[in-house]
């Protein structure tokens, strides 16, 4: 058994939700943030490799996975699954951690590291940007698929988007089962909530972790221009580009990914 392969897992509620966090490992706490449409499921490939060196928390946003998925308008602001992520780091008796969020996980890493600056040591972004880039008319289409088609054939679509193309059979079925499972109520309100209305340009200029932004050469759904143009923004920013991967640069090529987010904390920790 690798070192970070044991998981414990802990329910933390804020007010009315439920948030499901998986951890694994040991070592200074890195809190995973994953983005629209998966869950903590979608780290498998990080478990091992950087839960030998680190605790990983892996949380499961509002809305996905074992968590709970609220009705009230508004609850998937992106500012909300942000104050999740406090509450679970309060909860767990974290007065400071690494983030890693991967697209819209990279958002809520944003807004923690801004509104929080004092909870927040290190950032890696990953595959995201400093605001929506998906246009209305692409949004509004998946939106239609979803009310439409069964969520397994959305998944299948999406899945086809989110890889580079041609993309490893076994990753590509792995990330059409995370998809498949989602609601799809909750999934739309966090589309037109969270990410449609997200936009941090001019705030991310105020975060004062030091960071790391990851882009994938052929990501489709945040090109690599959006995170160019977000570790420009950012006042300590490093950047690698993964010039083979779509958008889960961390499945698609996790021994490169992996061994640059270790890179980069063990750098700054130096």
Request: a neutral charge.
């Amino acid at each position: 058994m690798s070192p970070g392969s044991f998981e414990e897992s802990v329910r933390v509620r804020r007010g009315d939700v439920g948030i499901h966090v998986s951890q694994w490992g040991a070592g200074p706490p890195l809190v995973l943030l994953h983005g629209l449409g998966t869950s903590s499921a979608l780290w498998k490939h990080q478990i091992g490799p950087l839960g030998a060196h680190l605790r990983l928390v892996a949380l499961d946003l509002r809305g996905f996975g074992r968590s709970s998925r609220p009705t009230a308008p508004g609850a998937y602001a992106i500012a909300e699954m942000a104050a999740d992520v406090v509450a679970v780091l309060d909860q767990l008796g974290l007065e400071r951690a690494h983030l890693l969020g991967a697209s819209m996980g990279g958002f809520v890493a944003q807004v923690v590291a801004t509104l929080h600056p004092a909870r927040v040591d290190r950032l890696v972004l990953a595959q995201t940007s400093a605001r929506m880039t998906i246009p209305r008319d692409i949004v509004e289409s998946r939106i239609a698929v979803l009310r439409r088609d069964p969520m397994e054939r959305y998944a299948e679509l999406v899945a086809a988007q989110a890889l580079a193309q041609p993309a490893d059979p076994a990753v590509q079925r792995w990330l059409v089962g995370i998809l498949a499972r989602n609601d799809a109520r909750a999934y739309e309100q966090v589309l037109v909530e969270g990410l449609g209305r997200f936009d941090w340009t001019d705030r991310c200029r105020e975060i004062e972790a030091p960071a790391l932004v990851v882009v994938g050469g052929r990501d489709l759904v945040i090109p690599p221009e959006g995170g160019r143009d977000l570790a420009r923004r950012l006042p300590h920013a490093a950047l690698v580009e993964l010039p083979n991967v779509g958008h889960i640069g961390y499945a698609e090529d996790p021994s490169a990914f992996n061994a640059s987010v270790l890179r980069f904390l063990q750098e700054v920790a130096a």
